[in-house]
């Protein structure tokens, strides 16, 4: 069965800090991979996604995450984190009936 | 704005009742989907649809829920005799095919009382 784990529930970083947001999923085939992220009172958006190719995939706001099969990890990174990116990051697998993660809620110290 | 609209935004309603909600998707996907979320967890896939088809369903959807897309374009999900444990966000989302980005609407909070 398919599944997703976000080992940390809160991360606070500091305003300029880099960011690596860990992800590990279960699945039976190569896995469709994707990050969303949540604002308060917001939908969720889109930051990047991977289907097949290129393991470094570039997303939108900054963002970046590296498919790793051996370790079965799809971890987010951002070089600089800027205040407006504190939200609930989910991370995702599979295509029709997509597995989320519980979250990683971000907190952005000045 | 084509983005996904779901309506209400908000429903508190006493236990026992039904409710409905209501998604409109980007005007061209064809895919529709229905997720639940509960406060700290990520969404929960519930059911999608594929025009009018109805392709899967969770095991989370029990009999008392039920989702239709009559035309192929919007989609309401009722929820019949409703229980505390019901309480949720209710997200739509929608994509044009397998394997493209689902784009989410605003949801709708579910408050049973």
């Known amino acids: 069965a398919q599944s997703v784990t976000q080992p940390d529930i809160h991360i606070t970083v500091s305003e300029g800090a880099s960011l690596e947001l860990r992800c590990n999923y279960s699945y039976g085939a190569t896995p469709y991979l994707f990050w969303y992220v949540q604002s308060p009172g917001q939908g969720l958006q889109l930051l990047l996604k991977y289907f097949s190719g290129d393991t470094l995939v570039q997303g939108i706001k900054g963002f970046e995450a590296e498919f790793k099969r051996s370790q079965s990890s799809f971890n987010l990174r951002k070089p600089s984190v800027h205040w407006s990116d504190a939200a609930e990051y989910f991370c995702a697998v599979g295509d029709n009936d997509m597995r989320f993660g519980a979250g990683t809620r971000l907190t952005v110290k000045p | 704005d084509t983005g996904v609209s779901q309506n209400p935004r908000h429903k508190i309603t006493k236990r026992g009742q039904n409710v409905t909600f209501r998604c409109d998707p980007i005007?061209?996907?064809?895919?529709l989907y229905w997720y639940r979320q509960t406060l700290g967890q990520g969404p929960e896939f519930l059911t999608y649809f594929q025009n009018e088809a109805q392709l899967e369903k969770s095991r989370l959807l029990s009999d008392r829920f039920s989702a239709e897309r009559p035309k192929g374009s919007f989609s309401t999900l009722e929820i019949q005799r409703t229980e505390q444990g019901d309480s949720a966000m209710y997200l739509c989302?929608?994509?044009?095919?397998?394997?493209?980005?689902?784009?989410f609407g605003p949801g709708t909070r579910l408050t049973v009382l």
């Open positions: 989302a929608s994509s044009l095919d397998n394997g493209s980005e689902q784009f």
């Open positions: 005007s061209e996907h064809n895919r």
